[in-house]
């Protein structure tokens, strides 16, 4: 499945959040969203699943606008992982995974598959809101595999926000197979190093407008990032021969 | 968050409990001056239990569903009628079309006509007005309490709280100004009173609008479920978010304003209810809405029985009085151990 954006314009009041934006997501490939803090990446993503109604534009996807959607038949193609989620209640993890299906048949074999994957199976009835930042996010992730199919399309805002090296490291990994299966995968990153590594493309936004989109390794080059971050940016080499984005901190 | 047990067996507890509590209300006695004692009622008097009983059952177990269709819609554990002053905005509708009856009884009719209004007229006049002060509250409260366009828990309190204070004083003035034998019987109703002289038609309307309205609750288990999150991922996993608030806030105030209509305000049950079925049963709300409705009726069959054994020289002690006794630690101690927290 594909999502395109069409000229997409998004305002609070006077305030324009995002300002005519035009790309896509496609099939069988990560996407990031990178940029600096409040040039509109959250809104851009929730303007994806049809949260925001945009001022002009439209977000398509099987040839309809995604805020016209009905959000149970939306729920069967698309999920959704924000920044950080809150469940009021006392609701254990398995619980919250199990919420992933609302919408669509119970199916328990692929809630305890999403919850395998995500490593969040010994957590199953602990109360989710007892739990770190980083388990959050490893459950918020697994009830969104549990909603999503093989061809869905998942879109995430800072996943891995919280969580430790190794789990942002495993659901990186984990993004790049789903993408690999055939899942459409968009999600916003802070770490530009790791968004350098796992994703195909890349979109770059400054000033809510995009100022660059395209192939991830050609996007993120330091030149660009510099400019648009303000910190200087460079390529290592490390011992093993890979390439890395870092940046420097001048004294 | 800890639960009892299997939660289809604390359900069954929970029918036990409140079928026992029935059982010991109906054969509470204690006659003005006389001393409590327990038998099986002569029939003379059996049918004015049972009223008593079917009406602690239904304003209680109607409470509570409230409480867990507002706990739900605001995503707030203090969230209750009482607490965000839609039992005192449905009291002020009640009070307000008292007297309104009372100005156009005294006014413009006969006094042979004015007898002639049925007390099922004046319930169904009772139960609407309650209904539009209850819905009206409920929607200034769910209109102010936002910060930045997300409902904030502690603001929906505190407005709530400030809500039922002016409520609270236009009471006061209508109380002022109706005449001296009606004053009585509205003081009583504003402590929450277990009328168990109820009017049959009355109480079949009352049975029937808190049956329809736990049965949608029920239905709504797993919208309400969906909708614990925010509203993004709410409507990410296919919740349709506008057409489940509707229904809760219509059902919530409808079955809040009843149990105003025939009882009068009651403080808390619709608080504590939900949270003692939470921790016996869990937060899936297809089971808790059942959980609590059983509980509240407990707790009010129970605040009724008590009410019936202590006799006071001034009479007998309102259910209101220690439904606020239990309910207002209750609501301290879910603040000060964070259960109060969304």
Redesign the interface.
């Known amino acids: 499945m594909k999502l395109v954006i069409e000229q997409l314009r998004i305002q609070y009041g006077s305030i324009i959040a995002i300002d005519d934006i035009s790309c896509a997501a496609s099939r069988g490939k990560v996407t990031v969203v990178v940029g600096p803090n409040a040039v509109g990446k959250s809104t851009l993503l ?1 303007a994806c ?3 925001v109604r945009p001022a002009t534009g439209r977000v398509v996807l099987e040839g309809r606008a995604v805020h016209e959607w ?3 038949a ?3 193609r ?3 992982v ?1 920044q950080q ?8 993890v398995r ?1 919250v995974v199990e ?2 299906r ?3 048949p119970p199916d328990r074999s692929h809630i305890d598959r999403a919850m395998g994957t995500m490593e969040v199976r010994e957590l199953a009835e602990r ?1 989710f809101n007892h739990l770190s930042h980083g388990q959050q996010q490893r459950v918020t992730l697994a ?1 969104a595999l549990a ?1 999503s199919s093989d061809d869905g399309i998942l879109i995430l805002d800072e996943p891995m926000s919280g969580m430790d090296l190794d789990h942002m490291l495993r659901s990186m990994r984990l993004l790049r197979r789903l993408a690999e299966g055939g899942a459409t995968i968009l999600l916003a990153v802070h770490d530009l190093d790791a968004a350098a590594h796992f994703a195909d493309d890349a979109w770059l936004l400054q000033g809510g407008r995009l100022a660059l989109a395209g192939p991830a390794r050609e996007v993120l080059k330091p030149g660009r990032l510099t400019e648009t971050f303000g910190v200087r940016f460079d390529e290592v080499v490390t011992g093993s021969g890979e390439l890395h984005l870092v940046p420097v901190f001048d004294p | 968050m800890r639960r009892a047990g299997k939660p289809m067996a604390m359900l069954l507890v929970l029918a036990g409990a409140a079928c026992a509590l029935a059982l010991l209300r109906l054969c509470i006695d204690r006659p003005p001056g006389g001393a409590l004692s327990l038998a099986w009622p002569e029939p003379a008097f059996a049918v004015f239990r049972w009223k008593a009983v079917a009406v602690a059952a239904i304003v209680g177990s109607s409470l509570a569903v409230s409480g867990v269709l507002l706990q739900a819609l605001l995503r707030n554990p203090l969230a209750s009628p009482f607490v965000l002053g839609v039992s005192s905005g449905a009291g002020l509708g009640v009070m307000f079309g008292m007297y309104v009856g009372w100005r156009v009884a005294s006014t413009s009719v006969t006094q042979a006509e004015s007898t002639t209004r049925s007390s099922l007229a004046v319930f169904a006049s009772s139960t609407f007005s309650a209904l539009i002060g209850g819905i009206a509250v409920l929607s200034i409260v769910f209109g102010l309490g936002r910060r930045r366009g997300v409902l904030d828990p502690l603001s929906l309190v505190l407005i709530g709280v400030v809500i039922s204070a002016m409520c609270g004083a236009g009471m006061m003035v209508l109380e002022l100004l109706v005449p001296n034998r009606l004053r009585g019987d509205l003081l009583m109703w504003l402590m929450g009173r277990i009328d168990q002289g109820i009017d049959g038609g009355a109480l079949m309307i009352a049975v029937t609008i808190g049956a329809m309205g736990i049965a949608v609750a029920g239905l709504m288990g797993r919208a309400m479920d969906a909708s614990t999150f925010d509203d993004d991922e709410a409507r990410s996993i296919g919740l349709n978010l506008p057409k489940a608030r509707l229904l809760m806030f219509v059902t919530a105030g409808g079955l809040a304003a009843m149990t105003v209509a025939v009882a009068g305000p009651i403080a808390f049950v619709g608080l504590i209810a939900p949270h003692a079925a939470r921790l016996l049963v869990g937060p899936r709300h297809s089971l808790l809405v059942f959980a609590a409705a059983l509980a509240g009726a407990a707790i009010l069959i129970a605040a009724d029985a008590a009410s019936a054994a202590i006799e006071l020289h001034a009479g007998r002690i309102p259910v209101g009085v220690f439904t606020a006794l239990i309910g207002g630690p209750a609501f301290i101690w879910l603040l000060k151990t964070g259960r109060g927290q969304s």
């Open positions: 929730r699943i049809g949260a009905r959000a149970a939306l729920a069967s698309l999920a959704y924000p989620s809150t469940v009021a209640g006392g609701f254990t619980e919420l992933g609302y919408a669509l109360s009830r909603q």
